[in-house]
């Protein structure tokens, strides 16, 4: 095992830890700092598969900005910090099951693809690595699709997030 790939499997492995505990945690300001713990692996992994540019952007935009400002909203609303709901509901079970579904049909789709055993080729050293970013998220034979979708989603979450906050006078 090579010191890439081990660094690649510690920076995993605490990622998941790191989300798992975002989504366990009772504690609203921890849940807040474990994020930035996952956020931060992210970062890792990009910078592990010569993604600099979005590396940067992980930490800036997210860690810098999005994460601070949960924890200040946190903070901000001086409520009790622990959360003394249930933490499972009635449907708990129907969202285990579909999750194992899930897992199970991606491992069914992905077993018999050679893309775990092969390795990337190396980027060449001339190329910009940004404009390939550029040109590959509007090409359409790339991510076009993806990016326009995110797009939408963005759109709706924005169009929601006024719904929501708007009151009637």
């Not at 933490?87 to 991606?106: D, E, I, P, R, Y």
């Not at 893309?115 to 590959?136: E, H, I, V």
């Amino acid at each position: 095992m090579t010191p890439l790939q081990l660094v690649f499997l510690l920076t995993a492995a605490l990622t998941l830890v790191a989300a798992f505990r975002v989504v366990t945690t009772r504690n609203l300001v921890h849940a807040a700092l474990w994020l930035v713990v996952t956020l931060f692996g992210v970062a890792v992994l990009f910078v592990l598969l010569n993604a600099p540019f979005l590396a940067v952007v992980q930490v800036v935009v997210y860690i810098g900005a999005i994460a601070v400002l949960f924890i200040f909203a946190i903070m901000l609303t001086r409520r009790e910090m622990r959360d003394q709901g249930a933490q499972l509901n009635k449907g708990w079970w129907a969202a285990a099951l579909v999750s194992l579904l899930t897992f199970g049909g991606l491992f069914w789709l992905t077993r018999s693809w050679d893309g775990f055993t092969r390795t990337a080729a190396p980027l060449p050293t001339g190329q910009d690595t940004l404009s390939a970013l550029g040109k590959a998220l509007v090409s359409p034979d790339a991510f076009v699709l993806p990016f326009e979708i995110a797009s939408v989603l963005l759109l709706a979450a924005l169009v929601g997030a006024v719904y929501v906050a708007y009151r009637e006078k």
